[in-house]
């Protein structure tokens, strides 16, 4: 008889160290997915909660149009200027950063 080991989510494994390997990769996936959700969802919150190194290794150092212009709308009513400048220089977003620092908002608050 063959021994089966099921997955939280009905994956099925011969080997009990793939199984409980597997489900802990999909717990991290989920709670870093959270963890972003979080931070995208208030950057006020997270840039006054969170070092600016921590938010870019959560955000795996990209962020996309809509977090640029939520960033923008933060750096435009002077809010979390230096720690918006850093994040943008932390995830290599060098232009972006320049362009906040002239104020060019235009190009990113929709």
């Known amino acids: 008889m063959k021994i089966i080991y099921r997955a939280e989510d009905g994956k099925e494994f011969e080997k009990k160290?793939?199984?409980?390997?597997?489900?802990?990769?999909?717990?991290?996936?989920?709670?870093?997915?959270i963890q972003k959700d979080k931070i995208r969802s208030n950057f006020a919150d997270a840039l006054s909660e969170?070092?600016?190194?921590?938010?870019?290794?959560i955000l795996e150092y990209?962020?996309?149009?809509?977090?640029l212009s939520e960033l923008a709308k933060?750096?435009?009513?002077?809010?979390?200027?230096?720690?918006?400048?850093?994040?943008?220089t932390t995830d290599n977003f060098h232009t972006d950063c320049d362009n906040f620092v002239k104020e060019n908002y235009d190009l990113y608050i929709e």
């Open 62 to 67: 990209g962020l996309s149009k809509s977090d």
């Open 50 to 57: 969170y070092e600016v190194n921590e938010i870019a290794r």
């Open 74 to 88: 933060l750096h435009k009513a002077n809010h979390f200027r230096a720690k918006i400048e850093d994040l943008l």
């Open 17 to 33: 160290t793939d199984c409980l390997l597997y489900e802990r990769t999909l717990n991290l996936y989920y709670e870093n997915t």
